[in-house]
């Protein structure tokens, strides 16, 4: 099942807007990662975030981890045509596992 | 390295038909996973190995899916019989351990049973 609940479904902005996703998950985590993929490619990795971190930064990305809230944010800034896709978070849970679970995932259209 | 080799890219096959997908993970990767990927049920992990032992084959649907992983740069994902059901893009990830690294994905196999 999965552990992810990501929010919107579907997100459209204009080139130069800033895009922000939501993920929530259940349980306990050791870590959350956020990819990306184009349609009808694979998933790409974007970044990882420690249960330990409450935010980091990678280029025009910028996640936040709330462990309290069981939930964390992908913020892109200043948006690209090319950033259109749809964007996964996954996590591993805290105990023994590396059992990478995905969310349901945001479809971003950034038009230019 | 190439990345993450899965062949297939497309399959048509038909009802009661075995289907058997491949997977080259990046050599040195000791993490292998296997996904399904549909409209109505996302991204759903079916199996993951560690050095080539299977290590949580919960999301395997049913008995008609099998993986094996015969050695550390390969593995095989069947379906056997195939039902139209089965239809989905099945992707396979290799990692070094995702308690600390990232996954990395093939381009996936597209699977229509007819």
């Known amino acids: 099942s999965q552990q992810g609940e990501e929010d919107p479904q579907a997100l459209s902005i204009q080139e130069g807007e800033n895009a922000t996703m939501n993920c929530s998950y259940k349980?306990?985590?050791?870590?959350l990662q956020w990819y990306r993929q184009n349609s009808g490619r694979g998933l790409v990795h974007l970044i990882l975030?420690?249960?330990?971190?409450r935010e980091k930064h990678s280029g025009r990305l910028r996640v936040t981890l709330d462990t309290s809230k069981k939930s964390s944010s992908l913020l892109i800034t200043a948006s690209r045509a090319a950033d259109t896709a749809s964007y996964f978070c996954a996590t591993v849970y805290s105990y023994n596992t590396d059992k990478l679970i995905f969310g349901t995932g945001t479809r971003l259209q950034v038009f230019p | 390295d190439a990345g993450v080799i899965q062949s297939p890219r497309h399959e048509v096959t038909e009802m009661g038909q075995e289907v058997t997908l491949r997977c080259k993970p990046i050599?040195?990767?000791?993490?292998l996973f296997w996904y399904r990927q549909t409209m109505m049920r996302g991204l759903e992990l079916l199996i993951y190995?560690?050095?080539?032992?299977?290590?949580?084959d919960s999301g395997m649907p049913e008995d008609r899916f099998s993986a094996k992983m015969p050695n550390a740069s390969f593995s095989t994902l069947k379906i056997q019989p195939s039902e139209p059901r089965d239809s989905a893009v099945y992707f396979c990830a290799s990692s070094r351990g995702t308690q600390s690294a990232e996954a990395f994905f093939g381009q996936g196999t597209r699977l229509t049973v007819v």
């Open positions: 975030i420690r249960s330990n971190e």
């Open positions: 349980t306990s985590i050791n870590n």
């Open positions: 190995f560690n050095n080539n032992v299977p290590i949580d």
């Open positions: 050599s040195g990767h000791d993490y």
